[in-house]
């Protein structure tokens, strides 16, 4: 059985082929066998993970008809609630913390009779591009165990990867999906900002913050999204806007469709064995017979700074109740109510969420919150409008994933700079609110795999599927990771 593929498995599982629990029971030893050496998960409960199984082919046996993912195991983030299953952001401050509810997206997904094996590990917080963070352990590359397989989402991605699950749940605050699809050479996919609820998503900037699939194909991306998208009453910002038949959708025909290639992606700091590859991606698409042109983002060089600038101040909020009065971690024996609030925080953080609120902190402080978050604000607006412009004349647009290969564990954790411009050309989807998917693209010459990145405009996420399955079809990239 190919645990890797979503729609095999639900269709062997709807035409009772296969039960639901043999599925789970295969998805299980592989975890075993695997994760010792990834460590992608920080959660995993087979007794409940059999028993939602059963459930599942108990429903198909009562029933007639099809569930449209039926049996189809999916990890997911350890920063996206789950009732009564540890839910920890990767984080000291919740490492005991079991939510009394499940999110919006984890009830869609169990309706439709997937199977939700365990949740994975992420950058405190989702606070990183590495999954260096965690408080609990550091992530590997399954193509070379010494990287890094990016943030904050890496766990997730990661275990998509290596065959331990069909499709994973990770979150998107400014590139946290994409990134880590591109270094695991899977399929990420940052939704318009409202298309998914983040009812249950644990807050980080709540402006930028996407809940975001990963799976192997387009196909399975297609049937994932048309499962947990669509409006939702628990979360204000989810959109009324009606939810396409993706899985329809990708398969029509990409000969013809407007490309559009932004030069500032393309600048000092880009490594040269990605931009060769991206640009024989670009190729492709040429060849795929879209109608390929150049087109300028020009605000894009504020993008980092403007980023963060808002992520931190947003965050510098929310994480503000984080107090050691209600839940979370509560430092032992307070002198008195300052100093528990003092040291728990300051032993529930890590380094970077400390240097992220901080940085918050500041720009929201009195005499400087017009200099720096109401003046990022309004190039956030110029960036959108910058995107506006573009759509105008294109229906997509085509960019690298990240400036570099994955790199080695350890390496930039010293350097929050170096780290921080691994998001550069990612976080102005999300200060947009833009659809955005990372899909494999070639492999260096010491086969670290590239992304390549599609963008469309808000809500045109059957268009990014649509040139992501025919590019997938037409130019493969199929080397596994490690065998372990």
Same mark, same amino acid.
């Given at each position: 059985?190919?645990?890797?593929?979503?729609?095999?498995?639900?269709?062997?599982?709807?035409?009772?082929?296969?039960?639901?629990?043999?599925?789970?029971?295969?998805?299980?030893?592989?975890?075993?066998?695997?994760?010792?050496?990834?460590?992608?998960?920080?959660?995993?409960?087979?007794?409940?993970?059999?028993?939602?199984?059963?459930?599942?082919?108990?429903?198909?046996?009562?029933?007639?008809?099809?569930?449209?993912?039926?049996?189809?195991?999916?990890?997911?983030?350890?920063?996206?609630?789950?009732?009564?299953?540890?839910?920890?952001?990767?984080?000291?401050?919740?490492?005991?913390?079991?939510?009394?509810?499940?999110?919006?997206?984890?009830?869609?997904?169990?309706?439709?009779?997937?199977?939700?094996?365990?949740?994975?590990?992420?950058?405190?917080? !989702?606070? &990183? @591009?590495? #999954?260096?963070? =965690?408080?609990? $352990?550091?992530?590997?590359?399954?193509?070379? /165990?010494?990287?890094? +397989?990016?943030?904050?989402?890496?766990?997730?991605?990661?275990?998509?990867?290596?065959?331990?699950?069909?499709? !994973?749940? &990770? @979150?998107? #605050?400014?590139? =946290?999906?994409? $990134?880590?699809?591109?270094?695991?050479?899977? /399929?990420?996919?940052? +939704?318009?900002?409202?298309?998914?609820?983040?009812?249950?998503?644990?807050?980080?900037?709540?402006?930028?913050?996407?809940?975001?699939?990963?799976?192997?194909?387009?196909?399975?991306?297609?049937?994932?999204?048309?499962?947990?998208?669509?409006?939702?009453?628990?979360?204000?910002?989810?959109?009324?806007?009606?939810?396409?038949?993706?899985?329809?959708?990708?398969?029509?025909?990409?000969?013809?469709?407007?490309?559009?290639?932004?030069?500032?992606?393309?600048?000092?700091?880009?490594?040269?064995?990605?931009?060769?590859?991206?640009?024989?991606?670009?190729?492709?698409?040429?060849?795929?017979?879209?109608?390929?042109?150049?087109?300028?983002?020009?605000?894009?060089?504020?993008?980092?700074?403007?980023?963060?600038?808002?992520?931190?101040?947003?965050?510098?909020?929310?994480?503000?109740?984080?107090?050691?009065?209600?839940?979370?971690?509560?430092?032992?024996?307070?002198?008195?109510?300052?100093?528990?609030?003092?040291?728990?925080?300051?032993?529930?953080?890590?380094?970077?969420?400390?240097?992220?609120?901080?940085?918050?902190?500041?720009?929201?402080?009195?005499?400087?919150?017009?200099?720096?978050?109401?003046?990022?604000?309004?190039?956030?607006?110029?960036?959108?409008?910058?995107?506006?412009?573009?759509?105008?004349?294109?229906?997509?647009?085509?960019?690298?994933?990240?400036?570099?290969?994955?790199?080695?564990?350890?390496?930039?954790?010293?350097?929050?700079?170096?780290?921080?411009?691994?998001?550069?050309?990612?976080?102005?989807?999300?200060?947009?609110?833009?659809?955005?998917?990372?899909?494999?693209?070639?492999?260096?010459?010491?086969?670290?795999?590239?992304?390549?990145?599609?963008?469309?405009?808000?809500?045109?996420?059957?268009?990014?599927?649509?040139?992501?399955?025919?590019?997938?079809?037409?130019?493969?990239?199929?080397?596994?990771?490690?065998?372990?």
């Amino acid at each position: 059985m190919d645990l890797r593929d979503a729609w095999e498995i639900r269709e062997s599982v709807n035409r009772r082929k296969v039960s639901a629990a043999e599925v789970v029971e295969a998805a299980l030893a592989r975890i075993e066998a695997a994760d010792p050496v990834l460590r992608a998960f920080l959660t995993v409960e087979p007794e409940r993970v059999r028993a939602r199984a059963s459930e599942t082919d108990a429903v198909l046996v009562r029933g007639n008809g099809s569930l449209p993912l039926a049996g189809v195991p999916v990890a997911v983030k350890d920063n996206i609630c789950t009732r009564g299953v540890r839910t920890t952001c990767g984080s000291k401050m919740l490492f005991n913390y079991t939510p009394p509810y499940s999110a919006t997206v984890i009830e869609r997904l169990e309706r439709a009779g997937a199977i939700v094996l365990g949740k994975t590990n992420c950058d405190e917080f !989702a606070m &990183g @591009s590495s #999954t260096e963070n =965690s408080a609990f $352990q550091v992530t590997r590359n399954p193509y070379d /165990l010494d990287r890094v +397989p990016g943030g904050s989402s890496g766990g997730s991605a990661v275990a998509v990867a290596a065959g331990m699950a069909a499709l !994973a749940l &990770g @979150s998107e #605050t400014g590139g =946290s999906v994409r $990134q880590p699809a591109s270094f695991c050479n899977v /399929l990420g996919l940052k +939704p318009t900002y409202g298309r998914l609820s983040r009812y249950g998503l644990v807050a980080f900037a709540s402006s930028l913050d996407n809940v975001a699939p990963l799976a192997n194909s387009a196909r399975d991306l297609a049937v994932f999204l048309s499962v947990i998208a669509g409006r939702d009453w628990h979360d204000s910002t989810s959109a009324p806007a009606p939810v396409p038949d993706y899985v329809a959708e990708i398969n029509q025909p990409v000969r013809g469709m407007r490309v559009g290639v932004p030069r500032e992606f393309f600048g000092e700091g880009l490594d040269p064995q990605v931009k060769k590859i991206i640009d024989a991606g670009i190729r492709n698409a040429v060849a795929l017979g879209c109608e390929v042109s150049d087109v300028s983002l020009p605000h894009t060089q504020y993008a980092i700074a403007d980023y963060y600038i808002i992520a931190p101040a947003e965050a510098s909020s929310n994480l503000a109740r984080y107090d050691a009065v209600r839940y979370g971690y509560r430092t032992p024996n307070p002198r008195d109510l300052s100093d528990m609030y003092r040291r728990s925080r300051g032993e529930g953080f890590g380094s970077e969420v400390k240097r992220r609120v901080m940085i918050g902190t500041y720009a929201l402080s009195s005499g400087y919150y017009e200099a720096y978050y109401a003046r990022a604000m309004k190039v956030r607006t110029l960036i959108r409008q910058d995107y506006d412009r573009a759509f105008e004349k294109v229906e997509a647009l085509l960019t690298p994933v990240s400036p570099t290969p994955p790199f080695k564990i350890g390496e930039r954790i010293e350097d929050p700079l170096a780290m921080y411009l691994s998001d550069i050309y990612t976080v102005t989807a999300n200060l947009a609110g833009i659809p955005a998917l990372s899909l494999p693209c070639g492999f260096t010459p010491d086969g670290l795999p590239v992304g390549l990145q599609i963008l469309g405009n808000q809500f045109q996420e059957s268009t990014v599927l649509r040139l992501a399955s025919a590019y997938m079809q037409a130019c493969p990239v199929s080397a596994p990771p490690l065998k372990v």
